[in-house]
């Protein structure tokens, strides 16, 4: 994922691309290159797929439409207690709580965070679970909300008996994330791996992809090519005003070590 490419591109662990043999690369859409955890030339990645980190529920039994963090706490610490679910990992469910209160997504400022450990300690005992594999519990009914991811949600919402699913890019921001292809430093078979590379940026197959995981493409000539169910999903493909509220998940460097503390208070209170 984005920020892993930056710690691979700084350890030395990356292959930098040649792009005279991946000529698909003239269809990844210009604002998934040069991000800001690789801006060098040439690249070390080409986007795999991109989304978005917020929450989803059943609206059979969360009737009230929900739009916000604060939406999410609200209803989780009340009608909702004991069927909710966050992400088993750190930056995800941290950063909903620092967004909530209008901090960047990536503070590590001490102040802020002991906010956002406050919020969470309160959100603490109203939790059935931490699952990042949470998709089979909500189309059982058992997680009525849940946060996680916007591809896993579109799944849910596509399955049989659970159409009801609502997934929520909340109001106040969120994580921007992208999945990437890199080559490791000294692949033994690099001509391979570029090719590998130019073959899965071909819209139609780009399509396939996305018609699979139901992540967005970083191919926009590739939309034309799906399910127009698909393609037009607003949660799979937000629109630009919603896009601009969101943040890309940097490499925090020593600083993490803060966010690894409030992680561990959390999870162990």
């Not at 797929?49 to 917020?54: A, E, K, Q, R, S």
């Not at 949470?134 to 799944?155: C, H, I, M, P, R």
């Not at 090519?225 to 393609?231: A, I, K, N, R, S």
């Not at 999903?233 to 919603?242: E, M």
Request: charged residues 25%.
């Amino acid at each position: 994922t984005g920020y892993m490419v930056e710690t691979m591109v700084k350890s030395d662990l990356a292959e930098p691309l040649d792009l005279a043999k991946i000529p698909n690369y003239k269809y990844v859409d210009d604002r998934f290159k040069k991000l800001p955890f690789d801006a060098g030339d040439p690249p070390h990645y080409v986007v795999k797929d991109w989304g978005t980190t917020g929450f989803g529920y059943r609206g059979k039994f969360i009737t009230q439409p929900l739009a916000s963090w604060a939406d999410f706490w609200s209803v989780a610490t009340g009608a909702a207690s004991g069927k909710v679910s966050v992400l088993d990992s750190g930056p995800e469910v941290i950063g909903a709580a620092l967004k909530m209160n209008g901090f960047s997504y990536n503070s590590v400022d001490q102040g802020e965070l002991d906010i956002a450990l406050k919020d969470l300690l309160a959100l603490k005992p109203h939790l059935a679970a931490f699952s990042s594999t949470y998709k089979d519990q909500v189309e059982t009914g058992d997680f009525w909300l849940s946060l996680g991811w916007n591809g896993d949600f579109a799944a849910i919402k596509a399955t049989k008996g659970s159409e009801d699913t609502v997934y929520v890019v909340p109001a106040e921001g969120t994580e921007f994330w992208t999945d990437c292809w890199v080559i490791p430093k000294n692949a033994p078979h690099l001509d391979a791996a570029h090719a590998f590379i130019d073959f899965i940026l071909t819209p139609a197959v780009q399509a396939q992809e996305t018609g699979y995981t139901y992540y967005a493409t970083g191919v926009d000539s590739a939309i034309p090519c799906m399910d127009p169910v698909v393609g037009g999903d607003k949660s799979i493909f937000p629109a630009a005003d919603v896009t601009a509220k969101l943040e890309v998940h940097k490499d925090l460097g020593d600083a993490i070590k803060m966010r690894d503390e409030l992680w561990t208070k959390f999870k162990s209170a």
